[in-house]
C-alpha cells in the first residue's frame, strides 16, 4: 500500500521543484522529505524523482504519483465537504472566473442559480485558468469559467486533465484607440498600419500574444506601459498616452474609446467552462444546473457599456 503522506510529500517536492523548497512549505526538515521520497521508492521499486545539483525533477512513474495524489486530495476534500454537509445541513459551491469573464457573463446566471438553490453557500474565487483550473482538479472549486487563447482547449475528451471544457464562445481581441484617433473610424485594422503606435499592456498573456502578432507583422512593439488590469489600460488609452488590445468583453464603459477589429490574422480568447470528471457528490447537481445556465449565455457583441464596438465587416 502507497503512504498517503508520502504522496504529499511528492507533490510538494514536484511543486516546489527541490527538497529544501518542500521542506519549509510542509513544516519538515529537508532531511525528512529526503527520507520520505526514498522510502517512497524503495517500496515501489522505482525512482520517483531525478536529483540533480539544479534540484528534482519527476520521473515518469513520480509524474503518475503525482497526478494520483491531486485526484486522492480531491476525494477527500469531497468527503470532508460531505461529512461538514451532515453536520451544517447546508451545501458549499465554489465558482472560480477570471475577472473580465465574471464581469461580463456571471452576474445574471449566478442570479437566477441562486434564486433557484437558496440553500446553497455561494462562495466566488476571482482565478485565472492558470489557478481556476488546479482549484478544480484539486477539489477546491465545482466549476471554472476560464478561457484560452488560439489552439487546443484545456481539456478534451479522454485526455489526462481530469476536467471536462464546455465551450460558451469566441471572445476577440480587438485594438482600443482613443475616439480622436485619426483611425478610430476605421471598420478594420491590419496590425501593420499601428507599427509607430505606442501600446498599453493590459495583461501579461496578451503581451505575449501581441509581440507574437507584431513580429509576424514585421515590427517590434513601442510598449509605453505593461499593466495588469484591463480597465486601467484603457484609462491610459482614453488619456492618449497609448492604444491597446482588449479582448472584446473587456473593453470599457468610456464613451471616449473606439474598440476596431483587426484584420486576419488576428487573435481571440476561447471562452468555456470547466468542470471535474469525478463525480463531485452533493454538489452535482449545482454543478449541472449552473452549467446549464452558462452553456445558454451568449457573449456580450456590438456594443458593451458606452464604448463602440466595431463590427468585422
Given at each position: ?25 510542509l513544516g519538515f526538515t529537508p532531511s525528512a522529505v529526503s527520507q520520505q521520497i526514498a522510502a ?196 491610459l488609452v482614453g488619456a492618449g498616452i497609448g492604444i491597446a488590445l482588449i479582448p472584446e468583453i ?21 471562452i468555456g467552462v470547466a468542470t471535474a470528471r469525478r463525480h463531485r457528490g452533493a454538489a452535482q ?29
Open positions: 500500500m502507497i503512504d498517503v503522506q508520502r504522496l504529499r510529500v511528492l507533490s510538494e517536492v514536484a511543486r516546489c521543484g527541490s527538497f529544501n523548497r518542500a521542506a519549509a512549505a517512497l521508492e524503495r517500496r515501489l521499486g522505482v525512482l520517483v524523482v531525478e536529483r540533480s545539483t539544479r534540484g528534482v525533477t519527476l520521473t515518469e512513474p513520480g509524474r503518475m504519483l503525482v497526478e494520483t495524489a491531486v485526484a486522492i486530495a480531491a476525494e477527500l476534500t469531497d468527503v470532508q465537504e460531505r461529512i461538514d454537509r451532515h453536520v451544517q445541513d447546508d451545501v458549499r459551491f465554489t465558482v472560480a472566473t477570471f475577472a473580465s469573464g465574471g464581469r461580463r457573463l456571471l452576474p445574471s446566471p449566478l442570479a437566477r442559480f441562486t434564486a433557484a438553490h437558496p440553500q446553497v453557500e455561494l462562495t466566488i474565487l476571482e482565478r485565472e485558468p492558470e489557478e481556476s483550473l488546479p482549484l478544480l482538479r484539486e477539489g477546491r472549486a465545482d466549476i471554472a469559467l476560464a478561457y484560452h487563447f488560439d489552439g487546443p482547449p484545456p481539456a478534451r475528451p479522454g485526455d489526462r486533465s481530469a476536467l471536462d471544457w464546455t465551450p460558451l464562445g469566441v471572445d476577440p481581441l480587438r485594438v482600443v484607440l482613443p475616439r480622436a484617433h485619426p483611425r478610430a473610424g476605421r471598420t478594420s485594422l491590419h496590425l501593420a498600419e499601428l507599427a509607430g503606435e505606442r501600446w498599453v499592456l493590459g495583461c501579461l498573456k496578451t503581451a505575449d500574444l501581441l509581440r507574437d502578432y507584431a513580429t509576424l507583422a514585421g515590427f517590434e512593439l513601442r510598449i509605453c506601459c505593461s499593466a495588469t488590469d484591463y480597465m486601467f489600460a484603457q484609462s473587456a473593453v470599457a464603459d468610456a464613451p471616449d474609446l473606439v474598440a476596431v477589429p483587426l484584420e486576419p490574422p488576428s487573435p481571440s480568447r476561447h447537481p449545482y454543478v449541472e444546473a449552473l452549467l446549464r445556465l452558462l452553456a445558454g449565455t451568449d457573449l456580450p457583441a456590438g456594443h458593451l457599456g458606452g464604448a463602440e464596438v466595431i463590427p468585422s465587416q
